[in-house]
């Protein structure tokens, strides 16, 4: 058993694959969206949206409690984890108007949906690359073999490199490709939840909360 696993890895077959998936990808995507997608396995185990929505909703009380007693004036100085919560509050306390609140947050939960979406774009098309690229190698390693069929020889590396190369495309994206763009998906979906529902709160924070007289007493007696 353990001769027949050393005689999967050939690691120049494998390095051929993976540098031609890597070109596929680059050429599909480009240079920053794969670096993006390379980046974002550095979360993919550790990341917890649940644990996150959590700790939002909580900020979302503490900036609630401010809003009602200090003003929106006062909301960015609750203290968040959260680089988005954190960017959000501020932006809160400084609007002097809610549709101006309201456009920067669609368009900053726009622009992370697509870069969020470019990520699981470029992993989808490492998944479609691979068995595209090994059944090339296949056809490669048959070709060789019907052209060395007077020379036993050859035979064997021949359709090594036929099979190896399926082997490799099929789990190259069926192991590690698509199961990586499927978690960064639910990931994505799901850090995306939370963040809309703190803006819908937030909103409503707003609408209550957003009168220039009571806001500009609240700041002086702050």
């Given amino acids: 058993m353990i001769a027949i696993f050393g005689h999967l890895f ?20 480009g240079a920053g969206a794969l670096a993006r997608a390379v980046a974002a396995l550095a979360p993919l185990l550790t990341a917890d949206p649940s644990r996150d929505r ?23 100085r609750v203290k968040t984890a959260s680089v988005f919560l954190t960017e959000a509050a501020r932006k809160l306390a400084n609007c002097d108007r809610i549709d101006m609140f309201e456009l920067w947050a669609a368009q900053s939960l726009a622009d992370r949906a697509q870069r969020h979406g470019a990520v699981h774009k470029a992993w989808l098309s490492i998944a479609d690359a691979a068995p595209a690229l090994g059944m090339a190698g296949t056809i490669i390693g048959l070709v060789g073999m019907f052209a060395a069929m007077d020379d036993p020889a050859t035979l064997g590396p021949a359709m090594a490199l036929a099979l190896l190369t399926t082997f490799y495309g099929v789990v190259i994206a069926n192991l590690i490709a698509a199961p990586i763009a499927a978690r960064l998906a639910d990931l994505s979906e799901r850090e995306l939840a939370w963040q809309r529902e703190a803006v819908d709160r937030m909103l409503g924070i707003a609408r209550r909360e957003h009168a220039p007289l009571r806001r500009a007493s609240i700041r002086e007696v702050a």
């Fill in 10 to 29: 050939d690691p120049l077959t494998l390095l051929a694959m993976l540098g031609g998936i890597v070109l596929v990808a680059l050429f599909q995507n």
């Fill in 54 to 76: 959590d700790a939002a909703r909580a900020a979302m009380l503490k900036i609630d409690q401010v809003a009602q007693l200090r003003g929106l004036s006062c909301t960015d």
